[in-house]
């Protein structure tokens, strides 16, 4: 993704696992003032990868759209103050 956007990704409702449609991606936590440190994450060859923050699992799907989240609404938003 070199010269992209890296999505950013969000679990404000404690979800066990959320499914995405990228392999290189942030994990923000929840949404702020609960986030954690924003953490670039890269699963490689592997499908999944656990966020060693918040112990959220992402799941690879290549179905989905780099800003579409299984569950819905995962994506984190940047909104400036």
């Avoid at 993704?1 to 995405?20: L, S, W």
């Avoid at 994990?27 to 954690?36: E, I, L, N, Q």
């Amino acid at each position: 993704m070199a010269g992209g956007i890296i999505p950013h990704f969000q679990n404000d409702q404690g979800h066990a696992a959320i499914e995405i449609g990228v392999k290189e991606f942030m994990c923000v936590g929840a949404t702020s003032p609960y986030d954690h440190p924003h953490v670039f994450l890269d699963m490689g060859a592997d499908d999944e990868k656990v966020c060693p923050y918040c112990s959220t699992l992402y799941r690879y799907n290549a179905a989905l759209a780099a800003d579409v989240t299984i569950p819905a609404g995962c994506a984190y938003i940047y909104r400036a103050a």
